[in-house]
């Protein structure tokens, strides 16, 4: 028996939930410079309806590095400006929405 999402009340196979808030969210990209001068990718503005640890997973294998998911936000070990926008466009994001600092 299929069940039922709590949000649209659509059957879960035909929820549109995570699509929506993918599109409703605003993707900010930074990079800061940590421990011992090392840089982070850090991804914010992701919104709680996204799964963000299997987003986190993805990028990370991806880019082949390290990385965390925090409270809707993403940390990857490296610098990752010039590519990270085409592989979250390819995650399914509107390259609208996404803005890099």
């Known amino acids: 028996m299929v069940g039922v999402c709590n949000q649209c009340g659509l059957p879960e196979d035909l929820c549109v939930c995570e699509s929506i808030a ?8 930074k990079i800061e410079k940590r421990k011992f001068g090392k840089k982070y990718t850090i991804v914010s503005g992701i919104t709680k309806d996204s799964n963000v640890e ?5 990028l990370k294998n991806k880019f082949a590095c390290g990385g965390t998911a925090k409270t809707g936000e993403i940390a990857l070990q490296g610098d990752h400006k010039s590519r990270i926008k085409a592989a979250l466009v390819d995650l399914g994001f509107p390259e609208e929405t996404i803005e890099i600092r």
């Open 54 to 58: 299997e987003m986190c997973k993805k």
């Open 22 to 29: 993918r599109e409703q969210s605003k993707i900010t990209i």
